[in-house]
Each structure stands twice: as C-alpha cells, then as structure tokens.
C-alpha cells in the first residue's frame, strides 16, 4: 500500500490543506537526487506522480527500491533527525509535495491533534516496512523492495481508511496540478 495513504487515511482534512499551503509544489528532473545518503535534509517529500530510485552506498549504489506515486521520502530522517541512510533520485520527471522540516516541527509543537495522527502514520508505515523487509529478507532476497506492500497485511482499521484515503490523495493530486497553485511564488 502507498505510504501516503496510511497518512492521508490518519490526517484530517484541515491537516491536509496545512501541508498543501505549507509545503512546495516541485517538478523534479530526471536524474536529480532529492536525498543524498549521509547527508542531512530539511525535507519530508510526498511523491505525487513519477518515479524515484532508492540506492545504498553499501551495495556500491544498486538500487534496492523503486518509489511510485504516494511514496513519501526522508520520513525516517525526520523521525530520528539522523543523515538519510539512502539516496533517492528521480527517475523520471517527478511532482512532489515538499514540506520544510522546520515548518513541520513547528506545526507538529503547536498542535497536538495533528501530531498525534502524523505520528502515528509514521509509525504504522515504518512498521509495515519493517515486516515488509523481514518478509524480504527470509523469502526473496534478489528482488526489489516493493514499497506498496498488499492491502491483506493490514489491520481492518487501517483497511477501512484505504478508500478515503485514495480519495483525498486524488483531492491532493488535483490540486497540487491546478494552474492556480503552480501560479502561487515559491
């Protein structure tokens, strides 16, 4: 499942059009690395369309992931405030979503309600990952990581947020093309 679901699925709409009038809309080129590993970041991204590569030094830069739309990158980093443990780079022409880091600690300080639903979407798409890498581990070792992990492993709670979920992700994605929002100064 796409990780912004599980956020979208736990956000309220006003803690959406938060994250929209705070955060940039940014068309990435193909080949542009949005997050180096090792290096600090003061982003959290939301991959809205395209494609993004996740590679490891330790693999001499293989790319163990493949990021399709709804991904959300530097999550880890902006949970523990450690340097990113990959780079993620555009594969192709790529729209994202990018909140400032400093933003969103200020907002997440100032309110509590939003904080307690963010986090706890990270925690749940951090844990799913965790299983997801586990599964990887013991059965499929020379594939691909697949970020979008199958519906089944969820919990019904979380099954039940899927479909608004999608719908506000698709709420998102329209306005984020709008011309109107791409007019906004940066």
Do not use: C
Request: avoid cysteine.
């Amino acid at each position: 499942m796409k990780k912004v679901f599980f956020l979208l699925g736990e956000l309220d709409d006003d803690d959406i059009d938060w994250m929209v009038s705070s955060g940039r809309r940014e068309e990435v080129e193909a080949g542009t690395v949005l997050i180096q590993e090792g290096q600090a970041i003061d982003t959290l991204h939301i991959l809205l369309e395209g494609t993004l590569s996740v590679s490891v030094s330790a693999l001499e830069g293989k790319t163990i992931a493949r990021l399709t739309s709804g991904a959300v990158v530097g999550e880890m980093s902006f949970a523990d405030a450690r340097p990113p443990s990959a780079t993620v780079q555009a594969v192709e022409t790529s729209l994202v979503l990018s909140i400032p880091r400093q933003l969103l600690i200020e907002k997440l300080q100032e309110d509590q309600g939003f904080a307690s639903r963010f986090y706890r979407a990270i925690a749940i798409f951090l844990s799913t990952r965790l299983r997801g890498t586990v599964r990887y581990l013991g059965y499929a070792k020379d594939q691909l990581v697949n970020e979008d992990n199958n519906v089944e492993d969820l919990s019904p709670e979380m099954i039940d947020n899927v479909p608004l979920a999608k719908a506000r992700f698709d709420w998102l994605l329209r306005r984020l093309r709008s011309s109107d929002y791409a007019a906004l100064p940066e």
